[in-house]
T-cell receptor
Framework: DSGVTQTPKHLITATGQRVTLRCSPRSGDLSVYWYQQSLDQGLQFLIQYYNGEERAKGNILERFSAQQFPDLHSELNLSSLELGDSALYFC????????????FGSGTRLTVV | AQSVTQLGSHVSVSEGALVLLRCNYSSSVPPYLFWYVQYPNQGLQLLLKYTTGATLVKGINGFEAEFKKSETSFHLTKPSAHMSDAAEYFCAVSHRGTSYGKLTFGQGTILTVHP
């Protein structure tokens, strides 16, 4: 157990729907990162939050949004889902913005049918 | 912009043989470099990292990597492969600057270990 908790582990939904992925960071970690992993794109950085504030944005679609709550857990919202959004979504956390490497969760596998 | 190239999407070795996974990076400023391992149906686990100081870094499970600035490389090695090393390995780069802790990952190398 890495200490980063992601729920749900698996999600199957239809095109056009909206889903919410949840992440609880490791105790003491203030930064949360979201990544998408797919066969064709590899690991793509989506967004980073630090202590509730957005810090960096990557290749995140406008249909996707995220937030980090006062208790530091984070949610990634995916809407108007398309078949191409099927992927593994990882959350990772770190103590701050220093570069000590992340701790990853085990991911949420999203399948859009 | 920074980027990472992992040479060889698949590497196959015999148990007991040397493991060498290649990683080259591109970065306009001094990089921080990382290797992660991903076992099937699991998240990524940090193997080792280079931030500053000694260019030869040792990680978990007997792996090590050497930062070579002149070659812009950070190859991962292990003297003797074990069956349990079979997994996918990712090299990643980050640096001080506007992107804070963002990591840019390579495409990954799948390591197969055969008896």
């Amino acid at each position: 157990d890495s200490g980063v908790t992601q729920t749900p582990k698996h999600l199957i939904t239809a095109t056009g729907q909206r889903v919410t992925l949840r992440c609880s960071p490791r105790s003491g970690d203030l930064s949360v990162y979201w990544y998408q992993q797919s066969l064709d794109q590899g690991l793509q950085f989506l967004i980073q939050y630090y202590n509730g504030e957005e810090r960096a944005k990557g290749n995140i679609l406008e249909r996707f949004s995220a937030q980090q709550f006062p208790d530091l857990h984070s949610e990634l919202n995916l809407s108007s889902l398309e078949l191409g959004d099927s992927a593994l979504y990882f959350c990772a956390s770190s103590e701050g913005t220093e570069h000590n490497g992340y701790t990853f969760g085990s991911g949420t596998r999203l399948t859009v049918v | 912009a920074q980027s990472v190239t992992q040479l060889g999407s698949h590497v196959s070795v015999s148990e007991g043989a040397l493991v060498l996974l290649r990683c080259n990076y591109s970065s306009s400023v001094p990089p921080y470099l990382f290797w992660y391992v991903q076992y099937p149906n699991q998240g990524l686990q940090l193997l080792l990292k280079y931030t500053t100081g000694a260019t030869l870094v040792k990680g978990i499970n007997g792996f090590e990597a050497e930062f070579k600035k002149s070659e812009t490389s950070f190859h991962l090695t292990k003297p003797s492969a074990h069956m349990s090393d079979a997994a996918e390995y990712f090299c990643a780069v980050s640096h001080r600057g506007t992107s804070y802790g963002k990591l840019t990952f390579g495409q990954g190398t799948i390591l197969t270990v055969h008896p």
